[in-house]
């Protein structure tokens, strides 16, 4: 397997980083040892110059003691002695001359005991015998022992002088040799050290006569100066050591010379050898480091790969490396469980995205998603698409079940529900899915309106049946939509939409079941902008005050009548009740339409003409208006505002209105009622209120669902209904009004069975204010 690093690896770069690191401490080491081997060898040859001076200076010595034994030899002989003790000058010369060239003497002299000059033999190299030797003399006479050093002619002499006794001194002699070329040579082959005698004469003129120097370091060490320190030649560097010696006639020194390279040249060697060490070893670390590279960039490319794989969400694909028992092998198996993790999660929020952990159903976004996919395939039929059809449904009561029975309850209600439900699906493809709350539906796929109905049918004869748990009973009831595909809605969103606002339409009107119809629509192009129309009609009083009569049966006193709205359109002209009440209840404006109808009332009551009229006006309450806590406050502050009395409205509320939350409903009641208004239950007989409940509420009267009061002509059901209603409410001291007299009939036999008030359009339709007085005018 080839392997293949990013521009940027990781391991690449520390792969890098390590060799580099290697390469600086084996460059530091090397520059360590280098730095060492010169300065030990520095050392050596400064060690050796030490000796190298000792030798030299011994080899003076031993000269000096070849000389005096040289003089010493000469002082002996009985001749010479007996030539100076004469005065034979003739033998004294020839002895000097004989015995200087036996023994090599430049020069052989004898000397009286006044130090005076007698006689001289000079070397064919000294012409004449130089004025130095006066110099040199004295010294030598008081320590016979010792040599001295004179520069003549721009060599330097050795010189010794012996005593000449007879037994008591009659003289000296004096002798001197040249320290010449064969002493450094001598030194030179001992010792391997360079010797260069260096000669400054009296005028400051350097001359180095000695030397065993070949020709190019000695040019470059005339033309560097001579004296200690560091000589660098083409053929390397030289140590140099001065050796200053006593002389006269000019100064002396000998330059004793050793080479750096010569003594490093051992080393030379094995600093080849550390280098090649070093680097085989980087050629080794990067081999080795490579394979360790790629021992770990195989493992890290494969866990990259998995991770590539769970941000795809593929959760089933095991990790690799999870048997080494290494740290990789750690990090593989640690990937592996946060795989396993990780997919457990992803499963367990599917499932809490799509299902409903309370009754196990779909929610709403699985259903939504599955009729997305019911559309699809049946848009795939070509031209004549299978239809389908959504049911949405929500159970009623369902608040005032949690209020009164507790949440735990209302949640085994659900479930009862949801296992209903079930049980009326028939078809493998329909489904059932909780939407949120109290609030179900069912997705019939190849299911046109009458199928739908059909369900809707089933479902509803199978709440007849109320749901037990334990000792409690509950009566099942439901508010049903339908909306079907593709007449209804052109896609799942919109068919969602339209099949709840059916069921919405189904709950107001508690028809069971209604099929979607373009004017139950909030959401249709003829209200799209409904909402802010109604509040400019607010603002730019378009609404109207209708009041509908409503008359006593047994000429009681008083003037009573309901108050109504309409809407004075400037485009669409009398916009009716019906299609903007229901939107306003929907969206919550309805609050702001009660409190303009109220203070409409109050304002036609405060004026003088409707004064001694003694008239009460009704007006409706909505569930939102009996639900607002401020409502009481509200309504005091208008009738404050206009100086009307509490006692002049009549507050009609609805069954379905108090029971959506009956506690806040009869808190609210009681406070309307301490006010002053009177108190009116509206639609009664159509809501789920008991009697034990009503008795409980400040209420003063009871209005007759018209429903019924219609319904007393073609069936005696309704009759006996609408008798036993008014015998109740009399029974406890509530007066009784009757809405939707139609007919004469109608009006006589409510009479008859002691009504007490009456409203329809056989006495009169809904009227503006003008009309209505006029109206009550002519009534007299």
Partial sequence: MTLRWPRRSLILRLVGLSLLLLLIVQAAGFAVVRASIERNARTQIAQALDLDENVWRRLLDQNADKLRQGSALLAADYGFRSAVNSGD????????????????????????????????????????????????????????????????????????????????????VLMG??????????????????????????????????????????????????????????????????????????????????????????YRQLQVLLAIITVAGVLLFAVGTGLVAQRLATPLRSLLGATQRLSRGEYDVPMEHTRRTDEIGNLARSFDRMRVDIGTQQTEIRRLAYWDRLTGLPNRERFRDAVVQAIANSSGQGASPRPLAVLTLDLDRFKHVNDVLGYAFGDRLLQGVAERLRQQVRSPDDMVARLGGNEFAVLLPDADAAA??????????????????????????????????????????????????????????????????????SASTLTLSLLSELRRAVEKDELRLYLQPKVALHGQGGLAAEALVRWAHPQRGLVPPAEFIPFAEQTGFVRQLTLWMFEAVARLLAEPRTRGLSLRVSVN????????????????????????????????????????????AEA??????????????????????????????PVDELKIDKSFVMGMEVGEDDATIVRSTIDLAHNLGLTVVAEGVETAGILERLRVLACDEAQGYHITRPLPVEDFLAWQARQG
């Fill in 89 to 172: 000058e003739q033998t004294i010369q020839s002895v000097l001359e004989n015995h200087g060239s036996r023994i090599g003497a430049a020069v052989t002299a004898l000397l009286g005991t006044d130090l005076t000059l007698r006689a001289a033999s000079l070397s064919d190299s000294m012409e004449e015998l130089p004025a130095t030797l006066r110099q040199i003399v004295p010294p030598l006479a008081a320590q016979p022992q010792g040599s001295q050093i004179a520069v003549m002619g721009g060599v330097p002499y050795q010189f010794v002088m012996v005593p000449l006794r007879a037994p008591v001194v009659i003289g000296w």
């Fill in 177 to 266: 040799f040249p320290i010449d070329q064969s002493l450094a040579d001598e030194m030179r082959r001992l010792l391997s050290v360079h010797v260069v005698l260096v000669i400054k004469d009296q005028a400051g003129a350097v001359t180095m006569p000695v030397a065993t120097l070949p020709a190019e370091p000695l040019a470059q060490l005339k033309r560097q100066g001579a004296g200690a320190g560091e000589l660098t030649t083409a053929d390397g560097s030289l140590l140099a050591r001065a050796v200053r010696m006593d002389s006269v006639g000019g100064g002396v020194e000998a330059l004793l010379l050793r080479s750096v390279d010569d003594v490093l040249a051992p």
């Fill in 452 to 521: 739908a109905h059909d369900m809707a049918q089933r479902i509803a004869r199978s709440f007849e049946e109320p749901l037990a748990f334990e000792d409690q009973t509950v009566d099942l009831s439901a508010g049903m939509g339908i909306a079907c595909w593709p007449g209804d809605a052109d896609d799942a969103d919109t068919l969602l939409s339209r099949s709840e606002i059916a069921m919405y339409a189904a709950k107001r009107r508690l028809s069971g079941a209604q099929q979607y119809d373009a004017t139950f629509d």
């Fill in 621 to 664: 309450l909505s569930t939102r208006d009996l639900l607002d806590p401020e409502l009481s406050q509200r309504l005091a502050a208008i009738l404050a505002r206009y100086g009307v009395q509490a006692a002049s409205f009549c507050l009609e509320i609805t069954e379905s209105a108090i029971m959506d939350d009956p506690l806040r």
């Fill in 668 to 697: 609210m009641l009681n406070k309307l009622s301490e006010q002053g208004f009177k108190l009116s239950i509206d639609d009664f007989g159509t809501g789920y209120s008991s009697l034990a409940y009503l008795k409980r509420l």
